[in-house]
């Protein structure tokens, strides 16, 4: 069975303060993505990594970072969190072994006040 | 550049009435493309990609090069069939992107 874990369910942060946002997932896949999910935009990307120590920008990269010291971890930075940060956060991870699909968290509902 | 476009926000029809969820993408390569399907309270999950040619849950999809779409299809809907779906492209190569349509809604009334 996949597990892709997230470390929060539901998130509430202030204006300014630094949110860590995490992801671990058990199928040694080398691709890992950071996801929002806004209603009536869909899905965008913030962040991917393809190997460790490797990321890459998505489409909404500004105001996050990322980082992924291990392969089965991959973290969302956010270095001052704003309310227009306020979104469901969705990791997903995939590989060559998976042919294309990716696997997603159950995702972490942040809000900033 | 690569897009992927669901015209409907919400869809909302009749158990046992025909299904149809639209998409149409935007790719200059060979389109590879997935439905992803997210039910109340649960995580994404992939629910059928064109390349297997399958039917999953009564559902269906073809795609048509000519048109460049992908629209999926179910001939009876149920009440179990109600949740977002979202229409998804393959590109980067060897990292496996995905791009994501904006989702549909799709609520099935009794």
């Known amino acids: 069975d996949v597990k892709v874990t997230q470390s929060s369910r539901y998130l509430v942060k202030r204006t300014g303060e630094k949110v860590f946002l995490e992801c671990v997932q058990d199928?040694?896949?080398?691709?890992m993505f950071w996801y929002r999910q806004d209603p009536g935009l869909g899905l965008r990307l913030i962040y991917f990594?393809?190997?460790?120590?490797?990321?890459e920008k998505g489409d909404i990269p500004e105001g996050y970072s990322v980082s992924r010291e291990k392969k089965e971890r991959f973290s969302l930075i956010l270095e001052s969190a704003s309310t227009n940060q306020t979104s469901m956060y969705l990791c997903?991870?995939?590989?060559?072994?998976?042919?294309?699909?990716?696997?997603f968290g159950p995702g972490t509902r942040l809000t900033v006040l | 550049a690569q897009r992927v476009t669901q015209p409907e926000k919400l869809l909302s029809v009749f158990k046992g009435a025909p299904v149809e969820l639209k998409c149409n993408y935007s790719?200059?390569?060979?389109?590879?493309l997935f439905w992803y399907v997210q039910y109340s309270r649960q995580r994404l999950q992939l629910l059928l990609r064109?390349?297997s040619r399958e039917s999953i849950k009564g559902f269906t999809a073809d795609l048509n090069k000519g048109e460049t779409s992908f629209h999926l299809k179910k001939p009876f809907a149920q009440e179990e069939d109600s949740a977002m779906y979202y229409c998804?492209?393959?590109?980067?190569?060897?990292?496996?992107?995905?791009?994501f349509g904006t989702g549909t809604l799709l609520a099935v009334q009794p």
């Open positions: 997903a991870h995939g590989g060559r072994a998976a042919k294309n699909e990716q696997f």
């Open positions: 199928m040694d896949h080398e691709n």
């Open positions: 990594s393809y190997d460790v120590k490797m990321k």
């Open positions: 790719y200059s390569g060979s389109p590879e």
């Open positions: 064109h390349i």
């Open positions: 998804a492209l393959v590109y980067g190569g060897a990292t496996n992107k995905l791009i």
